[in-house]
């Protein structure tokens, strides 16, 4: 623990949004060459505390002091010429323009001419991205890397600022394992530098890796701080959630039934090619009602692609195989035919495929019900009122009130928002991708917890996930893809997670031992 | 999420506003009004009188402009001429056509569209009446269903192509615009058809100039009562409508919407659909109120529209919204034009004032709490 004067002292920062209280009275302070964990569940106001600190946000209580000088930001510009950078959990950076001018963008390098340098910059990110640890070519366009990549160049970019604090939201989401091993590399280095390192994590073991110091917040407060390397997972977890956690993962009964989805060698060849896509090249598995089926497989597997082709959104092309729902072959054309078939689909990410943030809740709740709200295409308000509060006590969401925007709610919360929705259309199967990304700890065991009464219920779900535990602890059985392919079936009352593993890597790689698998699966 | 936070810092009036401007919220206007006075723990009640000044700003914004027209109006005999029955009915009825008009402009914009083809198709309209009733002796009902009917074709048309193809709706419309005129032109062989009214040949029916005309005790001109029909219409249909759920999802993010199984395809081609009938209803008005139906009729209404919808508080980047708004952007305009016009203003220096105050409108958008 670094016992220097501290770069940053934040004092008693409060904030509140409307009536939700943000921040209260939170204290927050980093050593130079200090990397200081922040936990806490979506919701517990790590963001508000960081955003305030980056001069996103700039109107709070309390007082910030950077090198023992009171300092107040009017905006995030203020704040990185206070040698303040944020990398945020949403990846800002522009599609269409390269690495390095993205790297660059708004302080391009020069020639004597004036003229923007784009050879320097190519040569100096080259060494950045190196130095990183990352194999990128500056020349190609953002667009085109997959999400991790993308992440490492918003590092890489955040390290060029040459900034004394660094605040890392999330930063290794969509990393692989070695992606991971050489960003902390990266961060021990910039750690021996003197730069002060926030890192906001939902990771627990990363945080025992990296950080010299931890932070628990929640409902916007302080509640301890530790040494991350001496306290126990479960002991941190309670800490966050304020309660003990008796099971995090409900082992529904496999009280299975009859056969509800059997898909059979199903092959989609796309008219145009989808660089960056796995589309199905063979895939044969099956669920049945009141099962809960999980699909593991490497980034690039093609899970993502089986369930978009499931639930018809998948391009245009030639398709063979089978898709069978409950004895009658069908071809989703279209989610909302999927849907009349009684097909849910919960996407990867709710912010730009799930919500309309600016939307209430309650119409991003019912918008997939809506004609059973009243009659020849008038709402009754009080009818989808009442659906809509249903479905929020049933997920016991967490909100203000029913016309909030649902923006102003939790990761969590948004997330089980998606959900009531897909349930207010009474579905027989459905798929989720990834449903617990981003989602704190609480929320969760909430829909786990509700994945298990769907199934007590007789619905069938297949439920595409990154975290082994996840698939162990929560499916009756795991289907494992590789390169589009099934290639294992795994019940999980007699398989661990290694096997798992070692069945999506096949024998190309190695078994590292991390709980989190995230391995690139496209060809090199 | 800096958005959506700045967005909750006004939470309960602010959620009303949404109530009104986004349907898709549950509290009907009682409980909306009720929250908004009742100062509850949240907002402090400056931020909610800010607020609501924000929610209202159309409104407001016409109310301004209507006072400063009352100030500057010439006056006769200590009479305020702007406030007399019949300039006031002027005012309303000069603006009828680009209200219609931006009505179905607002629904091309919630769902993140645009349509520059509505001047153009109004002049397709208008010379569709003409020629109908007048070299062709149609009848009074199938000249105005057809020419109707062409408006909603060419407006599905062009919806299908943005829809389908997916090629954006500016350069569909851009085309459509070209497309209509064209149209009007070989149909009218470049010429202005003039309407003459009686029953020999070559004369429209009678029945055609009653949409001319006044109607309670000469009060009423006939086209502002299809614009308040056309705009009352429009927003109960967006307050009460599941199709208009569906509108404000595609227009707030359209791979959710789709993803959430709304129709997206069928909901754009519905509402150009909508936009085009809507343009050929204000050429059937354009028609009968100048006696003539020419190929030339409504250049440049596409962009009043837009100005009418822009200062009605709706986003051009769709999902947000309304037509009351859009109404109050309307008679906003309207008021301007006939102020300026009273007291004789340059016609030039009417445009650059007109230019202004678009641009203030949008300014004062950007000023509001949540946007």
Redesign the interface.
Known sequence: MAEVADLVRMSRIGKRYGGVQACREVDFTLGAGEVHALLGENGAGKSTLMKILSGDVTEYDGQIEINGRNVSFAGPTDAQAAGIAMIHQELDLVPGLSVADNIFLGRELRTRWKTVDRRRMEREARTLLERSGVDLDPRRPVGELRVGEQQLVTIAKAISLDARVLIMDEPTSALTTSEVERLFVVIRELRRGGVGIVYISHRMEEIAQVADRATVLRNGQFVTSFDPRRLSTTEVVEAMVGRPVQTMFTTPDAAAGDELLRVDNLVLKPRRPRPGRRDPDGISLTVRSGEIVGLAGLLGAGRTELLETLYGVAPGGSRSGRIVLQGKEIQPRSPRHALSQGIGFVPEDRRTSGLVLFHSILANTVVSSLPSYGRLGVIARRMERAASVRMADRLRLKFGRLQDDVGTLSGGNQQKVVFGRMLLTEPRLLLLDEPTRGVDIGAKSEIYRLLGELAGQGIGVLLASSELPELVGVCDRVVVLRDGRDVASFSTADSSEGDLLAAAMGDRAEFEGRAVFEEVGGPQ | ?????D??????AD??R??EA?P?????TTTAVSAAKAPT???ESSGGVVATLFRFQSVFGLLAVFIAAIIFSPRRDGEILFLSADNLANVVRAVSEIGIIAVGMTFVILIGGIDLSVGAVLGLAAVGSAVLMVENDWGFLPSIVVVLAIGLVFGALQGMATAMIGIQSFIVTLAGLQIARGLARIWSDGQGVAIAYGNGPNEAPDSFAILGERTFGGLVPIPVLIFAVVAIAAIVFLR????S??L??VG??E?????????VIRVKIAVFAICGLLASLAGIVHAVQLNQGSPNDGIGYELDAIAAVVIGGTSLAG??GSVAGTVAGALLLGVLNNILALNNIDSNIQLLIKGLVIVAAAALQRLRPAS
């Open positions: 999420m800096t958005n959506a936070q967005k909750s810092a006004t939470a309960p959620a009303d949404q109530a986004v898709p919220t549950a509290a009907g723990a949240v907002a009460v409508s599941a199709f759920r569906h404000y999802a707030g993010n791979k959710a919407a789709r993803l959430s199984g709304v129709p999902g947000r």
